[in-house]
């Protein structure tokens, strides 16, 4: 219903739409929406995202980043092309517990992760680049790519040097097969999982 109502005036973004479903969904919408704001809050986060467009952070996209970590962690089969849908239905399937959640481990899992990215690329994670030098804001697809891609290999590459691991990541992001799994028509199940397994398996040499 408030999905219905909200076709006048200033339109509420996706994330802020999500935001309002989960309160009035009452204890455990309230329970997973303060959980998204406290991994918002995470600092390690925050500098990794910095490159996020400001009009973007005003609309709570800082807050659909989180959620979209975890959605191409654990969700990729209820991806089937449309970003928004596949938030919405990960979101609520959490909250109406359809499928499990479990906050501590999840928790413990998203705040190692940062502290990783933040500690090898910082604020240059999520971006384009040309050579070494970063390019434009925060790429969406780039960011599920090295968030999900790291997560999965991140106790095999934990003792690999730093500059190592930029240096794969900014290379691997750059070659064509990873280009062909972003930019037009990205938003397809297959080119989500291509990319992951892109970074993934390009960290993977250096172990």
Known sequence: MFKRLNTGGEILASQEIRNCSAIILGEDGVEFYTFLLEMTD?????????????ADKEKKGDEELVLRFFAAKNAQDLFKGSVRDWLDDYMENIILKKID???????????????????????????????????GGLAPAYYEAITVGIFQVLE??????????KQKIINTVQTERFRQYTGSGANKRDKLQGRIETIKNALLELV
């Open 42 to 54: 995470h600092a390690t986060f925050k500098n990794c995202i910095e490159t996020l467009a400001q």
């Open 101 to 135: 959640f479990e906050y501590e481990t999840e928790m413990e899992n998203f705040r190692s992760l940062f502290s990783f990215i933040n500690e090898i690329m910082g604020n240059g994670a999520f971006v384009k680049y040309r050579g070494n030098n970063p390019i």
């Open 156 to 165: 095999q590459i934990r003792n690999v040097q730093n500059d190592l691991v």
